[in-house]
């Protein structure tokens, strides 16, 4: 059996872009992808707090530093440049794996830069 489970939260990140003529997905700036631990073409869940729209899509890196975070395709009618957004990295893990997980909640300043990480300790159990 597996488990669909949040591995990664960027919080409150700034939209810098909202492209309506790219094919999809969501541009993350390397420096947090490398944080979080995201993977190139991995699920995400993003969720637009100026608006309350949730969308879901997949990652595609952008040059690190810069601090994107672009809604590529549809979800540009949705997002726009200026508005907070959160971040969450989905998996599937096994039983045997969630003993040693821990997510990652990454939280930002209005550039998207870093400002405090922290890792979740709680220890997952489960009844036979």
């Not at 939209?15 to 979080?36: M, P, Q």
């Not at 200026?82 to 969450?88: A, F, H, P, R, W």
Request: hydrophobic share 40%; glycine share 6%.
């Amino acid at each position: 059996m597996t488990i669909r489970m949040c591995t990664a939260k960027i919080h409150r990140a700034t939209v810098t872009e909202a492209n309506l003529n790219y094919i999809g997905s969501v541009t993350i700036d390397e420096d947090l992808l490398k944080i979080t631990h995201m993977l190139p073409f991995q699920m995400v869940q993003i969720t637009n707090c100026s608006n309350g729209s949730l969308w879901r899509t997949y990652v595609i890196p952008g040059p690190a530093g810069r601090g994107d975070i672009c809604l590529n395709g549809p979800p540009a009618r949705l997002f726009a440049p200026g508005d907070k957004v959160i971040i969450l990295a989905e998996a599937d893990l096994t039983s045997d794996e969630l003993s040693d997980f821990k997510p990652v909640v990454v939280f930002v300043d209005d550039a998207n830069h870093p400002t405090q990480v922290e890792r979740h300790e709680e220890a997952f159990s489960f009844a036979p």
